[in-house]
């Protein structure tokens, strides 16, 4: 099992190869880094790391049936075990938001939630992936983490303006609420485990206005653990660009070490 894991929603992997994310995955000490957001085919993908993956990443991916939106995937220094996409859900088995890959005894996952728009057809989807997705997380067992774009802030300390959102997809009850069954079933939100009573730390900033600058974010990417690694986690941040024109994606990457 890897020993530092990291996830990123790339905002689109062809523009972020080009923009600094080659840079990152040749400098960075994780053994495995979970994508989201690809927005390309597996083909698409795998041209633009085509130097990562020459240099000895591995890539497993989902690629998405609808063009440009959703993929998901997971780069990692030795080839899986195994490898499946999605989770048994008939609407959204093609969608491109859910990968798993197993290693010795441990699984990772990479996912990559609806943004949803409150009270609309999109979030209505959201609830559904949701319903669905937890159904599933709720039936596993043994080493297991889900890493990824959850979008879901799941409290106020996980966004600046919390208070202006209450009414905002990200934060609506209902989707904090089932972050909070999860955590209630057994899973470990290892970031905010070992950073309990800070604000943030923040893994998105909109590209308007100057949010980044402000650090005016939300923590709407995450690793939940399940099994005996939930207290193995030893280490987290969120690898923040350092000037706004540094940045490959409006996500940065959040990394934890595992011992």
């Keep these: 099992m890897a020993q530092i894991l990291s996830t990123v929603n790339v905002n ?4 972020a190869a080009t923009k600094g994310m080659l840079a990152w995955l040749a400098a960075t000490e994780a053994d495995i ?12 993908v795998a041209t633009a790391l085509a130097p990562a993956l020459d240099a000895g990443w591995v890539l497993s ?3 998405p049936e609808s063009k440009g939106r959703a993929g ?7 080839a899986p075990d195994a490898v499946r996409v999605g989770f048994g859900s008939t609407e959204f088995a093609a969608s491109g938001r859910y990968l798993e890959a197993d290693f010795d005894d441990i699984t990772v996952a990479s996912v990559y939630v609806h943004s949803g ?3 609309t057809p999109k979030q209505d989807e959201k609830y559904r992936f949701m319903a669905e997705f937890g159904a599933y997380l709720k039936s596993r067992t043994g080493e297991f983490v889900v890493s990824g774009d959850w979008n879901i802030a799941p409290a106020e300390l996980d966004l600046k303006n919390w208070k202006g959102n209450q009414k905002s997809a990200g934060f609506l009850p209902e989707e904090r609420a089932w972050i909070a069954d999860l955590i209630a079933a057994g899973y470990v939100d290892v970031v905010r485990a070992l950073h309990p009573d800070v604000a943030g730390p923040y893994s998105w900033w909109s590209y308007r206005g100057r949010a980044f600058d402000n650090d005016s974010g939300w923590r709407i990417d995450y690793q ?8 193995r986690a030893k280490q987290a941040v969120v690898e923040r660009a350092e000037a706004y024109d540094q ?5 940065a990457p959040v990394t934890v070490q595992y011992r």
């Design 72 to 78: 998901v995937g997971i780069l990692s220094r030795r």
């Design 33 to 44: 880094v979970c994508l989201q957001e690809t927005r390309a085919t597996d083909a698409q």
């Design 12 to 15: 689109g992997v062809r523009a």
């Design 224 to 231: 939940l653990a399940l099994g005996e690694l939930t207290g």
């Design 61 to 63: 991916h989902a690629e």
């Design 247 to 251: 940045r490959w994606s409006d996500h």
């Design 117 to 119: 728009e409150a009270n």
